[in-house]
């Protein structure tokens, strides 16, 4: 079955460092990948997404490519700032039948704290 | 332009109670999804309804039931409840074939189960 693998956090860095979060992925077919952002008592919030091999999406200074022979779609940001503290989730979105999409298979999450 | 609304925001329940929560979907989506996000993990797949019907289900048992309405709304039931069905339950929307189907999030319920 589809699953999502995340790099194990936390992750801390200091304001203006660069950032990296791995993710790679199983699927059978072509699923779109995304990477959602959790906020503390919040629901989540769609940061970026790429639908096809070589896709690059992008929001806020976050980057993420759809590397299909690598099965990877890693985040990465030039400079963290610290209200870019929170909790991101790399997510797979199955094709259920063809017509539209089903479930989303998430990561396990990488918590994100930047420091002044 | 109203996003995803859940209700209630919080919930306490007794074991073997029953509990319903309820979503409004993104003005323009025809779709809900249902998630349960456990303290410190990632949401896990319980059902989407399309057209009034449930039309994938992830590994939840059938205590675990939904409904959706004409005007696209969604329940979801828990009946029997336990102690590990504490959790962050969270409503997703999306449009049948719209964009690459994607998934907008709810503020979610937050499930107590005494």
């Known amino acids: 079955g589809d699953s999502v693998t995340q790099m194990e956090g936390p992750v801390t860095l200091s304001e203006e460092a660069f950032l990296t979060i791995n993710c790679t992925y199983t699927?059978?077919?072509?699923?779109?990948l995304f990477w959602y952002v959790q906020y503390p008592g919040e629901g989540l919030q769609l940061l970026l997404k790429?639908?096809?091999?070589?896709d690059k999406g992008s929001n806020k200074g976050f980057e993420a490519t759809y590397r299909k022979e690598t099965t990877s779609f890693h985040l990465e940001k030039g400079s963290v700032q610290v209200s870019d503290s929170a909790v991101y989730f790399c997510?797979?979105?199955?094709?259920?039948?063809?017509?539209?999409?089903?479930?989303?298979?998430f990561g396990q999450g990488t918590i994100l704290t930047v420091h002044p | 332009d109203a996003g995803v609304t859940q209700s209630p925001t919080h919930l306490i329940k007794t074991r073997g109670q029953q509990v319903t929560l309820r979503c409004s979907p993104k003005?323009?989506?025809?779709?809900v999804s249902w998630y349960q996000q456990a303290l410190g993990q990632g949401p896990q797949f319980i059902f989407q309804?399309?057209?009034?019907?449930?039309?994938q289900r992830g590994n939840f048992p059938d205590r675990f039931s939904g409904h959706q309405f004409p005007n696209y709304s969604s329940e979801l039931n828990v009946n029997a409840l336990l102690l590990g069905d504490s959790a962050l339950y969270l409503c997703?929307?999306?449009?049948?074939?719209?964009?690459?189907?994607?998934?907008?999030f709810g503020p979610g319920t937050r499930l107590t189960v005494l």
């Open positions: 997510a797979l979105g199955s094709n259920a039948g063809g017509t539209s999409y089903g479930k989303l298979t």
């Open positions: 997703a929307s999306s449009l049948v074939g719209g964009g690459s189907g994607t998934q907008y």
């Open positions: 309804y399309y057209e009034e019907e449930e039309r």
């Open positions: 790429a639908t096809k091999a070589d």
């Open positions: 003005s323009g989506h025809d779709t």
């Open positions: 699927a059978t077919g072509y699923p779109s």
